[in-house]
């Protein structure tokens, strides 16, 4: 069971079998979607096989652009447009579907007048119905393994058959008492005064917890939190913190799963004699489709959970470092976006910020009327003078600090990348920008940009080699 749960499905023998499994799909539908014209036309035969072929992808084509059309224009089911390599391995997968139908409407419709020497309705061609149903539905199951796959390499999410099913995620233990802040007790020892003791425990550990909305009413999914090999060490440091936050859609999990979040960690406190923030990943959406803006809106009051409620719960519950300037807010995609507005809003509270494929500001929706009439009710003020280019043009942020990082094939993201670093330096942020090699806007962005996110950051949390 454990094999199967660490079967890889970005690479390795999962990849090439649903390479292999997609082409034998395509090769099927090819030659079974245009073998009885082929049969009977004068046309070439390379012709006939490839004419239904063709029409199956222009019309699979047509529908893909039109439910993408609606879920963006009309159910605003997404804020922006899906990534080009998405919908390019979505075609192949409504083709398939489409193919499918018309072999099984060919296979099974109603027998017409038959003529001397023809074959009964259904077994032209010597197939009986059953069979070119089993068959065709392989090869559509081939051709949809091959999008997903490819659809999974892309976003970078799961990793694994674990991280796909969530059982990985689903044995990590509660915070147990023992890891917990003693009620009363000073803070640990500051970095600079603390000495790595000769053991070391070995890594880091991921713990969850809920963390109540006190103060917001918020209700949140579970919080997930790594706590660094210094943290267990005797006596404990007083840790800097980073508050990270997911996309949307998405969940606290993503980080652990597409942001590799304990192996990243590990390997940058192994390299700082067991020296780490302390990571909390918190659910500012309350469910995998929510969208909270990260604002206090007619949504939910998702800015005081975040700025209130989890600070206060980190701080009762952690042995960490209580100073502002050792707090960081981070993220990915709609995560990053809610971490600009954390240190734009609360750099009393987060000073710096690590910014992976922020957008330009919150959306719920293409058209930006719609996020105002939903989130304040029309109210185009109440809702600029909270987003994270207005409060930049308006205040000062001197001695706080921003890192930005987007996948080099994510141009709209780098653009918005762009335009929020120029507003950050011209506002006093200390700004450090990246284009992420060979990445889309798909978690590797996050997981690859994360190193060098706290890099920039260790001199300000006095984490040196």
Not at 3 to 15: A, C, I, K, N, S
Not at 139 to 158: D, E, K, R, T
Not at 408 to 437: C, H, K, N, Q, W
Request: aromatic share 10%; with cysteine.
């Amino acid at each position: 069971m454990d094999f199967v749960e660490d079967l890889r499905l970005v690479d390795g023998p999962v990849l090439w079998f649903s390479w292999a499994a997609g082409a034998a799909g395509v090769a099927y539908f090819l030659w079974q979607g245009g073998w009885h014209r082929a049969r009977r036309t004068t046309a070439p035969r390379w012709l006939a096989l490839l004419l239904p072929f063709a029409a199956c992808v222009l019309g699979a084509a047509a529908l893909l652009a039109g439910a993408h059309w609606l879920m963006i224009y009309v159910f605003s089911v997404f804020p922006g447009e899906l990534p080009a390599e998405v919908l390019a391995w979505s075609l192949p997968a409504v083709t398939a579907l489409l193919l499918w139908i018309v072999l099984l409407w060919r296979a099974w419709r109603p027998a017409g007048p038959r003529t001397p020497g023809s074959l009964p309705a259904g077994q032209e061609g010597g197939r009986h119905p059953v069979r070119t149903t089993a068959a065709s539905t392989a090869a559509l199951l081939g051709v949809l393994l091959l999008s997903a796959v490819q659809i999974n390499g892309y976003f970078g999410l799961n990793h694994t058959v674990s991280d796909l099913t969530g059982t990985a995620v689903a044995r990590i233990k509660p915070l147990e008492d023992g890891l917990k802040r003693v009620p009363g007790a000073a803070a640990g020892l500051r970095l600079s005064e603390w000495n790595p003791p000769a053991e070391m425990p070995d890594g880091g550990v991921l713990r969850r917890a809920g963390i109540p909305g006190t103060a917001s009413g918020f209700q949140s999914r579970e919080a997930y939190i790594y706590l660094p090999p210094a943290y267990r060490a005797t006596p404990r440091p007083a840790l800097p913190v980073l508050v990270l936050l997911a996309g949307q859609p998405g969940a606290p999990a993503d980080w652990l799963t597409g942001g590799a979040l304990r192996s990243r960690m590990d390997r940058y406190a192994a390299a700082h004699h067991g020296v780490a923030p302390v990571v909390v990943v918190v659910d500012p959406n309350g469910s995998a489709a929510g969208n909270t803006l990260c604002m206090d809106s007619r949504i939910a009051r998702a800015d005081t959970f975040l700025a209130v409620d989890v600070p206060a719960w980190i701080n009762q519950t952690l042995d960490v470092d209580p100073d502002p300037r050792q707090w960081a807010a981070g993220g990915f995609s709609f995560g990053a976006t809610c971490a600009m507005q954390m240190v734009t809003r609360h750099p009393d509270v987060y000073s710096s910020a690590l910014a992976f494929s922020s957008e330009k500001e919150p959306a719920l929706a293409k058209e930006r009327d719609k996020t105002i009439a939903a989130s304040f009710g029309g109210d185009t003020e109440a809702f600029d003078r909270q987003t994270p280019l207005r409060l930049m043009r308006d205040h000062r942020f001197d001695g706080r600090a921003i890192y930005f990082g987007a996948g080099e094939r994510d141009p709209e993201f780098i653009g918005y990348m762009d335009l929020l670093s120029g507003a950050a330096r011209a506002a006093g942020f200390t700004v450090e920008t990246r284009r992420i090699p060979g990445a889309g806007h798909s978690w590797e962005t996050g997981s690859k940009g994360l190193p060098g996110g706290l890099d920039f950051l260790a001199s300000r949390w006095g984490i040196t080699q």
